[in-house]
């Protein structure tokens, strides 16, 4: 039995190099990256900016109403100002609290609308990358794509507008009270020092240690996916403690990192918002105290400068908090932006034909194809396929047997050569409706999660009831779907719980609800034993009887009766014929025969 396939292909090393390399992008590229995801959501941006603005404006009036209370109404026990003044306090505070509950929601609106649309673009371009592509990287690097890293950069993205308006905040505040008196800007610079120097170290440190941190999320996430998938196979080779180890290391990497990452906060967030800001308070204490004992300024003007002063805090913490998050959401804008800019190297032309059926007259013209460290794995392959024939396609393991699939189904384009499809160039033809009308039996069928009739339906969404029942009915799976307690509407809860026949009856009745012009058969009964698979092929036999049907199979006894045999031998198509001719010649396929008897002879042996 064959393994599964694995779910990465790189080393971690590898892996780590790639994601080095995707990262390498400056913050202002980052930024014109994130730009245009505001762009659907500018009647919104404005109505939240004019909030922003507002509560930006109305944030300098309280302090005078203090001034007020120290120098007008306490002085001349003014009871009616006092009043007055309280009442206009209490309802600029209600005012500036619904400003606030309206800007926060329509914040909380675009943050969701901008991270559905990145996630939803990154689906897409998933979607749109070739196998060779996605093969290059791991899948739980386009995972935390799409749910972590499209989350983070959505939160960041939001956040451009406030913290633009907590930079004019600050600017303004220290203008106002520079002109006030100069002295103040002395001592706001003397703290906006070290402040800089510690935000400098802090982006610079931190933004290595999230690039190694994010890597590790991904191969432990990764690694977690594998576990779930290979169950079966970890427990059947005792591997328990090994898989264990290696998704323990990974994920005290992950807290190790994320210490780090947790300290360097800490210190930061302590210097910034705590420190530093508690010494300047005090500076401008006792400075100001000093000029109203000498007379040099009333208590109630000390209010709002005060008051201003201390503000300064609240947009530079602000502008920190922001700019921490965005050291973090870097490292995930980079790796978003080198993803989509990857380019799918299998795409429609513009005037691709649009094939109304497939008839199955099939030819492959001189291809050859590459792997990434496999080298040549199809040379030079001459083949043609009638329509209404079945071919099947045989070899020893590594022969490109799969790879002649994967051409004919256009999940790669060859190298050289060109594979034509009823008298079109496949490169020419739309690809998704090519696709549309043929249809494809793999080694292990994938099983939805959901009910029986969506997972037929995937072949046909628009298939009725009673068109899923005839195909139930014609792959020999009626009177099991009538003993299920829900019929059609059985939730097969991804596949757990079903025989192997019946999940490949599931496969062909999926493949056979559309009608289709060409069947492609990758190893459909290598996971079945004898009898399950003598009958599964009476039943593809049947229902695909007059279609043209690709046969991928290195069990040799179900190539016997068709029409051609195709011999791949190190990606060289040494053989064509049927069964009695190539056993007459005598020589690659009669080998190929001979070995399998014999490997049959000891499994039947050790049986």
Not at 225 to 236: D, H, M, N, R, V
Not at 309 to 320: D, K, S, T
Not at 363 to 373: H, I
Not at 463 to 491: H, I, K, N, S
Request: glycine share 8%; charged share 20%.
């Amino acid at each position: 039995m064959r393994e599964p396939r694995k779910l990465f292909t790189m080393t971690e090393e590898e892996a780590l190099a790639q994601d080095a390399a995707d990262s390498s992008l400056g913050a202002w590229e980052a930024l014109k990256f994130c730009l245009p995801w505001l762009k659907p959501y500018v009647r919104k941006l404005i109505l939240v900016t004019m909030a922003d603005i507002s509560l930006l404006g109305l944030a300098f009036i309280p302090p005078w109403f203090t001034t007020f209370m120290l120098d007008s109404a306490l002085p001349n026990k003014d009871w009616d100002l006092v009043w007055r003044v309280a009442l206009m306090a209490v309802g600029l505070g209600l005012w500036m609290q619904v400003l606030q509950v309206a800007r926060d929601y329509l914040y909380l609106y675009i943050e969701l609308k901008i991270q559905l649309d990145i996630r939803n673009r990154m689906y897409r371009q998933i979607q749109r990358l070739s196998m060779r592509t996605l093969d290059a990287r791991p899948v739980g690097q386009m995972v935390d794509r799409v749910l972590i890293d499209s989350d983070r950069v959505g939160h960041t993205i939001y956040r451009i507008i406030p913290t633009f308006l907590m930079v004019v905040q600050f600017a303004l505040l220290f203008a106002y009270v520079s002109y006030i008196d100069p002295l103040i800007t002395a001592i706001v610079v003397a703290f906006l020092v070290p402040w800089t120097i510690l935000f400098h170290w802090v982006t610079t440190v931190g933004r290595e240690i999230d690039r190694r941190r994010l890597f590790c999320c991904e191969m432990r996430d990764a690694t977690i996916q594998q576990a779930a998938s290979s169950f079966a196979i970890t427990k059947t080779f005792g591997r328990e403690q090994h898989e264990r180890f290696k998704h323990g290391s990974r994920a005290t990497a992950v807290q190790r990192l994320g210490n780090q990452n947790y300290l360097i906060l800490v210190w930061f967030e302590f210097a910034t918002q705590r420190l530093i800001p508690y010494l300047k308070t005090t500076t401008v204490y006792l400075y100001f105290m000093r000029k109203v004992v000498f007379g040099e300024m009333t208590l109630g003007m000390t209010a709002p400068m005060i008051a201003y002063l201390g503000r300064l805090n609240f947009p530079l913490e602000r502008i920190a908090n922001f700019y921490n998050w965005v050291r973090q959401t870097m490292v995930s804008t980079e790796r978003l932006m080198a993803f989509l800019r990857v380019e799918p190297d299998v795409v429609d032309r513009p005037d691709a034909v649009r094939l109304r059926e497939v008839r199955g007259d099939v030819a492959f013209e001189n291809v050859s194809f590459s792997r990434p460290g496999r080298g040549r794995v199809l040379d030079g392959v001459n083949l043609t396929i009638a329509p209404g024939t079945t071919t099947a396609i045989v070899g020893p393991s590594g022969s490109g047997k799969s790879t002649l699939v994967a051409l004919l189904l256009r999940l790669h384009d060859p190298e050289t050569g060109r594979v034509f499809v009823d008298g079109h160039d496949l490169r020419d033809l739309h690809l998704d409706t090519y696709l549309r009308r043929i249809a494809v039996v793999q080694q292990e069928t994938f099983i939805f999660g959901g009910t029986l009739a969506n997972n037929i339906r995937f072949g046909k969404p628009d298939a009725t009831d009673d068109e899923l029942r005839a195909v139930l009915d014609q792959v020999g799976l009626g009177p099991w779907v009538e003993a299920l307690p829900d019929g059609l509407d059985q939730d097969l809860k991804s596949g757990h719980g079903l025989s192997a026949g019946q999940r490949q009856r599931i496969g062909i009745a999926r493949a056979l609800i559309g009608d289709p012009g060409m069947v492609i058969l990758d190893e459909p009964t290598s996971a079945l034993d004898g009898p399950t698979e003598a009958s599964v092929m009476a039943t593809i036999e049947t229902v695909f009887s007059g279609k043209t049907i690709v046969l991928v199979t290195h069990r040799l006894h179900t190539a016997v009766h068709a029409d051609q045999i195709g011999v791949l031998v190190g990606g060289v198509l040494v053989e064509v014929g049927n069964h009695p001719a190539l056993l007459a010649r005598g020589e690659a396929y009669t080998r190929l025969v001979a070995e399998y008897e014999r490997g049959a002879e000891r499994e039947e042996a050790a049986a």
